[in-house]
């Protein structure tokens, strides 16, 4: 508990990621104010290169992904001890928003006003880890990979998993041509 000038105190919960070899794991983060930055497809192909190149950099296995208007899923197992999620994501994510938020600053686009924070500094995406949860394989990593998919079919963007172009459903349907590839689970 810290003390706070008002005479009330305030708790601060410290979330740590737990690293265990060869666990699969459940990641979802978002956009900054959960603002649909992702809504132009560019920005979505450009997070799906990005996605590629740090996997080619760290090594990580990818199991299923799937890039949303305001936010994203991972399924992966690290690849530690030289690359932890939180090495993994740091490296995703900061260069992304670096390419992104160029790219809107050289077009001026009005956007910068919305994703700006309180200290005046542009953000892509919101603070902290999201949400991050270890899996076994079976029949739990089997239900968030499914889920995973059935993301953009549940939220209304598509009539089945498989016609959102922004995701691994595509891959795991046999349509290989083009795709991100993912890693056998089994």
């Known amino acids: 508990m810290a003390p706070l000038s008002d005479g009330h105190s305030l708790t601060v919960i410290v979330v740590r990621r737990i690293e265990h070899p060869n666990h699969a794991r459940f990641l979802t983060f978002s956009c900054y104010q959960r603002l649909p930055l992702f809504d132009n497809n560019a920005i979505k192909d450009a997070f799906v290169t990005q996605l590629s190149q740090t ?37 995703l994510k900061r260069d992304f928003a670096k390419r992104i938020i160029a790219r809107w600053r050289e077009l001026d686009e009005p956007v910068l006003t919305k994703i700006t924070d ?23 990593l089997d239900e968030k990979i499914a889920y995973v998919h059935a993301n953009p079919v549940r939220r209304g963007l598509v009539e089945r998993d498989t016609d959102w172009e922004w995701s691994s459903a595509r891959w795991w349907a046999g349509r290989r041509d083009g795709e991100l590839p993912c890693d056998p689970i089994r």
């Open 118 to 140: 309180p200290q005046g500094s542009p953000r892509f995406w919101q603070r902290g880890g999201g949400y991050d949860r270890n899996l076994v394989a079976g029949p739990e």
């Open 55 to 91: 996997r080619d950099r760290t090594g990580f296995k990818l199991f299923a992904w799937v890039v949303m208007p305001e936010h994203v899923h991972l399924v992966l197992t690290p690849n530690l001890p030289e690359y932890s999620v939180s090495r993994v994501l740091w490296w």
